[in-house]
């Protein structure tokens, strides 16, 4: 089955610093990869979503100036949280899919990465 | 009120019991139903996918879709330990995005 990986499992910085998160697919190409976070014993967040070789639409209320994302090939995905501040803790998760978002294959052909744990102190 | 209601548990049951898990939705747009399984510090994968009303099975796992109630459920047979884990549900509509929209997660927890 596809395979989606994620870099680091889990950080630890300090409050003010940037900490990039990568999202890679292993032996497919995405064609379309989300971000998501997900506090304890929540619901999955979608962050944004990016097309391959077009800026990442973001959800309502999501910075975009915070949280910078950059689909720099059909296999990897970077996440990078920018000046991060304790609220900023969570779990973050990546996505993969061969569809085009605003396709139905995006929707069924997610395969999601194992997460990135951040902590910020 | 949410647009997709799940209650979160925790669910606990012996083994081999037969599990029912459970979504509400209020968006009659949507079409595509998922159920996805996440085990602790893990993402989530996709266990079943279903597009529009009626049953699909695959092996211990059976997910319905009545669309009149805007109700989904996810039937686990002969429930193993190895099925403790947060089952999360997620739909999505045609014609708009596409992006599933995700139920909070219902933590079971098969005891031996």
């Known amino acids: 089955g596809a395979v989606v990986s994620q870099h680091p499992s889990w950080v630890i910085c300090k409050s003010g610093t940037s900490v990039k998160i990568e999202c890679r697919s292993l032996d497919f190409q995405a064609t379309t990869m989300f971000w998501y976070r997900q506090f304890p014993k929540q619901s999955l967040m979608l962050m944004a979503t990016?097309?391959?070789?077009?800026?990442?639409?973001?959800e309502q209320g999501v910075e975009k100036d915070k949280f910078l994302i950059n689909h720099a090939s059909l296999t990897l995905s970077t996440l990078t949280v920018t000046s991060a501040h304790p609220e900023d803790s969570s779990f973050y998760i990546c996505s993969a899919s061969l569809g085009l978002a605003g396709g139905p294959r995006s929707t069924d052909t997610q395969y999601f990465g194992p997460g990135t744990r951040l902590t910020v102190l | 009120q949410k647009e997709v209601e799940q209650d979160p548990g925790p669910l606990s049951v012996p083994e081999g019991a037969i599990v029912s898990l459970n979504c509400t939705y209020s968006?009659?747009?949507?079409?595509?139903f998922m159920w996805y399984r996440q085990y602790s510090r893990k993402g989530p994968e996709l266990l079943m996918y279903t597009y529009s009303s009626g049953n699909k099975e695959d092996g211990r796992f059976t997910a319905q879709v009545d669309k009149s109630s805007k109700y989904i459920s996810l039937f686990i047979r002969d429930s193993q330990p190895s099925d403790s884990a947060t089952y999360l549900c997620a739909m999505a509509a045609s014609g708009g995005s596409y992006i599933p929209t995700f139920g909070r997660g219902t933590s079971l927890i098969v005891h031996p």
């Open positions: 968006n009659s747009a949507f079409q595509y």
């Open positions: 990016s097309n391959e070789g077009s800026k990442a639409t973001y």
